[in-house]
């Protein structure tokens, strides 16, 4: 059984930094895609920043500039650094995985104070 697990959350200033990370356990199984989403209190959830296994990148507006998103394929696990963290980045985030069906991770709070 495949499981997502996300470490790294936090509470952080305005202007602050954070690096999220999920590893996959539970098989050697591949993910195609990995990414984030978020979702903040009273809103639905929303994408943050996927990677293919190849490396190829899609974020979201809200993240350009400031979130970098990586992936070790090898360990089978994918990263997302956060810079200039503002208050509306304050959400649970949420690892992804697709491979054939979509996975999710149980989130990790990020906070960020103003």
């Known amino acids: 059984q495949v499981q997502l697990v996300e470490s790294g959350g936090g509470l952080v200033q305005a202007g602050g930094s954070l690096t999220l990370s999920c590893a996959a356990s539970?098989?050697?199984?591949?993910?195609?895609?990995m990414g984030w989403y978020r979702q903040a209190p009273g809103k639905q959830r929303e994408l943050v920043a996927t990677?293919?296994?190849?490396?190829?990148?899609n974020y979201a507006d809200s993240g350009k500039g400031r979130f970098t998103i990586s992936r070790d394929n090898a360990k089978n696990t994918v990263y997302l650094q956060m810079n200039s963290l503002k208050p509306e980045d304050t959400a649970v985030y949420y690892c992804?995985?697709?491979?054939?069906?979509?996975?999710w991770g149980q989130g990790t709070q990020v906070t960020v104070s103003s």
């Open positions: 990677i293919t296994r190849g490396g190829r990148t």
């Open positions: 539970g098989s050697t199984f591949s993910f195609n895609t």
């Open positions: 992804y995985g697709w491979g054939g069906r979509d996975y």
